[in-house]
Structure formats: structure tokens, C-alpha cells
């Protein structure tokens, strides 16, 4: 089992960072690869970014590459979501998700484990 907390979500204005932290515990963390997911009022939730269990490889959604980066500290068991030059189109609620494999997905069946979820507001 695997349980995620998140933490940094917060209001900035367009064109400011936010980083957010995912805090897990359970012994299998550094072997799953791990996601960040978002959900918008009256939308699905959307793949963000993934990383592989070791960290070597990482994929983001077009939407975030080159303003996103995913990285992760096995020895902390945590993983991170840095975010630069943020827009009014990524407020969102941001959630970690803990892979069932060690590979990098952008499916979040994939995904059995889940934080609670941490809000992030962008204002224009």
C-alpha cells in the first residue's frame, strides 16, 4: 500500500511558480513510477507529467512541457511538480498518483493509489 499526501498548492498570479511536494509512505514507493494528474471544475482529470521509479525519464502533456518538471527523492520518498510561468488555464486541483509499475504512464487507470488532492488557482 502506498499512501500520498500533497502540499504547495496556493494562489499565484500568471506568470509565477508554484512547487508542488507529494509525501509518501509505504516500502514500494521507490519502485513505482509516479504521476501528477489535475482536474478542473466541470472537467476530467488530465495527465500532467510521469516519471519512472528511478527518475531517469519523464513525459509531460503538452500543455505543461517546457513549464513543468517532474522530478522525485526515492531517499525521501517524495516527489515533486515545479511550476514556472503558470497560466489562468492551469488552475486546477493537482493530484500525485503512485503507478502500479515501475514504467511511465499517462493513463491514469494505471494509477491505484491516490492523494487527496492539493488546489492551485492562477489568477489573471
Known amino acids: 500500500q502506498v499512501q500520498l499526501v500533497e502540499s504547495g498548492g496556493g494562489l499565484q498570479q500568471t506568470g509565477g511558480s508554484l512547487r508542488l511536494s507529494c509525501a509518501a509512505s509505504?516500502?514500494?514507493?521507490?519502485?513505482?513510477?509516479m504521476g501528477w494528474f489535475r482536474q478542473a471544475p466541470g472537467k476530467e482529470r488530465e495527465f500532467v507529467a510521469t516519471?519512472?521509479?528511478?527518475?531517469?525519464?519523464?513525459s509531460y502533456a503538452d500543455s505543461v512541457k517546457g513549464r513543468f518538471t517532474i522530478s522525485r527523492d526515492n531517499a525521501k520518498y517524495t516527489v515533486y511538480l515545479q511550476m514556472n510561468s503558470l497560466k489562468p488555464e492551469d488552475t486546477a486541483v493537482y493530484y500525485c498518483?503512485?503507478?502500479?509499475?515501475?514504467?511511465?504512464?499517462?493513463?491514469?487507470?494505471?494509477?491505484?493509489?491516490w492523494g487527496q488532492g492539493t488546489q492551485v488557482t492562477v489568477s489573471s
Open positions: 498518483a503512485a503507478s502500479k509499475s515501475n514504467t511511465r504512464s499517462r493513463d491514469r487507470l494505471d494509477y491505484p493509489y
Open positions: 516519471i519512472t521509479s528511478a527518475g531517469g525519464t519523464m
Open positions: 509505504g516500502r514500494t514507493f521507490s519502485s513505482r513510477a
